[in-house]
């Protein structure tokens, strides 16, 4: 099924069009915001139709970690990949919570991409539109 509502957020804005161009010709709804200021002010407008989110790690204004602490406070259960060129797994991933979140790691191509989404989007089926 697709049509669901993926919101993006990267500051690196030819990534955050990319990534919006590989969604969209996979028929997402996409929604891209430059930082997770924005993000965070998207998602509360939108919060019960937004089904996932991809969050940059590394962004001026308010970091992806952050943000995602921050959308968390407004809906419990959202689903978040996390984008970010560093190499390294540390341990405040691990305490971010099982199951809300998941990990690509750039560079990465679209089907990389769209194979995590699918999977993400799959697992989670009609408990994402649904605050806890």
Do not use: C
Request: proline letters at 3%.
């Amino acid at each position: 099924m697709n049509g669901e509502l993926i919101l993006i957020a990267d500051d690196d804005e030819q990534l955050r069009n990319l990534i919006t161009r590989i969604l969209r010709g996979a028929q997402y709804d996409v929604i891209a915001a430059k930082n997770g200021i924005e993000a965070v002010n998207i998602f509360s407008k939108f919060q019960s139709r937004i089904h996932l989110v991809l969050l940059d790690v590394f962004m001026p204004k308010m970091g992806g970690i952050e943000t995602y602490v921050t959308l968390r406070q407004i809906r419990p259960n959202v689903s978040v990949i996390f984008i970010t060129g560093s190499g390294e797994m540390t341990e405040a991933w691990k305490n971010l919570g099982k199951g809300a979140y998941d990990f690509i790691q750039k560079p990465f191509d679209a089907k990389i991409l769209l194979a995590k989404v699918r999977e993400i989007l799959s697992s989670q089926g009609s408990k994402l539109n649904q605050p806890e």
